[in-house]
């Protein structure tokens, strides 16, 4: 009896912090981000320059972003449209709970698993869909103003309360049908992409069964010490994300994997043999791969020489976006104009979606408004996120990095390298896993020494 009222004493404690934390981060004020239209703006390898046009013409109020001196850019619709594809994954509420825990949001907590959701995201929308592709219903997602939002913040604080608090959830197994969909691309192009896009969000889907939901991810977390609930830094993330792709088994997934880089280096033959791995007399195709680089940009601030290396970072076509933020407060870095950051940010709370439903909305998985930030506001903690098609693709960026790299060092050591070889020969054994056993000894050492943030500065 008194393990059940200890029980229930959770149970409504961690409906109140969710409510707070809904509270929180629901009431968002309606901002706008100013560009300037004298200088490019890069996006994720891809540049947009905001020249003058028509002095008589205005940004439209619903793109969520604004021109210095009101003056509309030449291609700011060819931005917009570019921005919002990319996928954006933010705090939800009242998904299935967490096994182990009574949490049933991730707010106030899961940032950084967002921001690493969305890495992965971008990652897979280049592997499927190429840097090319942007949702055709991308212009259609209007911002909604401060009212509506203040008003659903208020509605979804009394609601939290006011559900019970045992409630349970039907769990599906993922099936997304596209029938309506289909109906309104009528090129098979289009049909197919637009069916890898649904796929793909898909599979961040809230709930135990996503094979990157955040579940999944917490359950790989558990092997390097995490919980759910706990903060998670930039590089433990990067371990999680491998793991998570490592483990899934969808047969779209066999041909992508990630290596994550160990202490600020690549060992180029270990990526290779990854791609590698599965090469055989009938299958000949290597495998892509998404190459995480945990990396620190200084010792207690971010130092501002890294500047210019992460534009280049950001201007690659390689690049799939940084795992960064300010100190404790997660972002997806997406782009850059000036010496200010563009970034998507998880900080937002919206309702549970059930992925598994017939075509189920997809408007709140794309942000309709960039958010910029000085970078020297930036956390020095980041993680650097890069794909290559195949092994080729990889030689070809690694070399392109490694230049980048030199030119950016100076005088200084490189923030991280390239390396011919196998970590293996230069004395970074690893500890053979057990089957059960997802992480390595080593591996769990490294992870532990990363959940505190304790870089080695080159």
Avoid at 226 to 240: C, E, S
Wanted: net charge negative.
């Amino acid at each position: 009896m008194e393990a059940t009222g200890t029980e229930e004493v959770d149970k409504l404690k961690t409906k109140f912090i969710s409510a707070w934390n809904n509270m929180k981060y629901s009431w968002v004020l309606k901002t706008k981000t100013y560009f300037s239209r004298n200088s490019p703006v890069l996006l994720l390898g891809k540049c947009y320059h905001f020249k003058c046009e028509d002095e008589n013409e205005l940004l439209p109020a619903r793109s969520g972003c604004t021109i210095e001196d009101h003056i509309i850019a030449g291609n700011v619709e060819e931005f917009r449209k570019d921005f919002i594809s990319r996928v954006w994954l933010t705090y939800r509420e009242e998904f299935p709970q967490i096994e182990g825990s009574t949490l049933t949001t991730d707010c106030g907590w899961g940032c950084t698993l967002r921001t690493g959701q969305m890495l992965l995201a971008q990652g897979l929308i280049l592997h499927f869909l190429g840097r090319a592709w942007t949702w055709p219903d991308a212009l259609n997602i209007e911002n909604s103003d401060s009212e509506s939002w203040t008003s659903h913040t208020v509605k979804k604080f009394t609601a939290s309360f006011e559900a019970p608090l045992s409630g349970e959830r039907e769990l599906k197994t993922p099936t997304v049908s596209l029938k309506e969909t289909i109906g309104r691309y009528p090129d098979d192009h289009e049909i197919r992409d637009e069916i890898y896009h649904r796929k793909i969000i898909s599979w961040f889907g809230d709930s135990p069964l996503a094979l990157f939901g955040l579940h999944q991810l917490i359950e790989y977390g558990k092997k390097s010490g995490k919980k759910a609930g706990d903060w998670y830094g930039p590089a433990v993330v990067a371990h999680i994300l491998r793991k998570a792709v490592e483990e899934a088994r969808h047969p779209d997934l066999q041909g992508i994997t990630i290596y994550v880089a160990q202490d600020c280096t690549v060992y180029s033959s270990d990526v290779i043999d990854k791609q590698r791995a599965f090469v055989t007399s009938d299958n000949t195709d290597d495998k892509a791969v998404i190459i995480l680089v945990p990396v620190r940009l200084g010792g207690e601030r971010t130092n501002t020489d890294y500047l210019e290396f992460i534009k280049g970072i950001l201007s690659l076509e390689y690049c799939v976006g940084i795992i960064g933020g300010k100190p404790k407060q997660s972002y997806y870095f997406a782009g850059f104009q000036d010496d200010s950051l563009i970034y998507l940010d998880p900080h937002y709370c919206q309702s549970f979606v059930d992925v598994s439903i017939k075509d189920f909305p997809l408007e709140t998985f794309h942000c309709p408004s960039p958010k910029k930030m000085s970078f020297r506001k930036m956390d020095p903690s980041c993680t650097i996120g890069f794909y290559c098609r195949n092994v080729q693709d990889f030689k070809r960026a690694s070399e392109e990095i490694s230049k980048m790299l030199k030119i950016s060092s100076k005088e200084k050591y490189p923030l991280f390298t390239f390396v011919n070889g196998h970590a293996r020969d230069y004395d970074f054994t690893s500890t053979t896993t057990n089957k059960e056993d997802l992480f390595s000894e080593d591996e769990k050492k490294r992870l532990k020494r990363f959940s505190t943030e304790e870089f080695v500065l080159l």
